[in-house]
């Protein structure tokens, strides 16, 4: 009779080796450009700290974060008059579902990012990943020694 094999017993080489499609959220809140930044502040507090903007192809065009939000605040922007297009940022890190987890912790280490939206082609955004996604991921694979 074989035993089966325990996500516990997977080598910290091989969890590496694991992709993002296996942990990203899937469920993702979006905007457009035109919504309001007050909505996407009340996004945020239901959600993620981070909102990504999509065209209506749903392609990725943007993200707004907190720290979006925050500089607009500093500037003494108010939020009812102003839209993502206004104060999202451009062209955002993203990654691909088949990305690697080792290639993923290099670039939310080095971009000081919290998350990063997940693309497929012509840049159609399927989901979200998050360093929280990773950490569970690492204490659900029992990497070290139980």
Known sequence: MGSAKNSRDVPKTDFYRLTVARF????????????????????????????P??????QLIG???EHDLLTSLE?????????????????PYSVRPD????????????????????????DKLVGIVARRDILRAYLNYGVESP
Not at 53 to 58: E, G, L, S
Not at 75 to 84: H, M, R, T, V, Y
Not at 108 to 119: A, D, E, Q, T, Y
Request: proline content about 5%; glycine content about 6%; cysteine-free.
């Open 24 to 51: 990203m959220e899937g469920s993702v809140q979006v905007a457009r450009p035109e919504t309001p930044a007050n909505q996407i502040a009340e996004m945020m507090l239901e959600g993620f700290g981070a909102v």
């Open 53 to 58: 903007i999509v065209d209506a192809t749903q």
């Open 63 to 65: 993200i707004v974060s």
């Open 75 to 91: 500037q003494d922007q108010k939020w009812g008059e102003i839209s993502a297009k206004d104060i999202m940022t451009p062209n």
């Open 99 to 122: 990305t690697d987890l080792a290639t993923l912790v290099h670039v939310l280490r080095v971009s000081n990012l919290i998350r990063v939206p997940v693309i497929v082609a012509d």
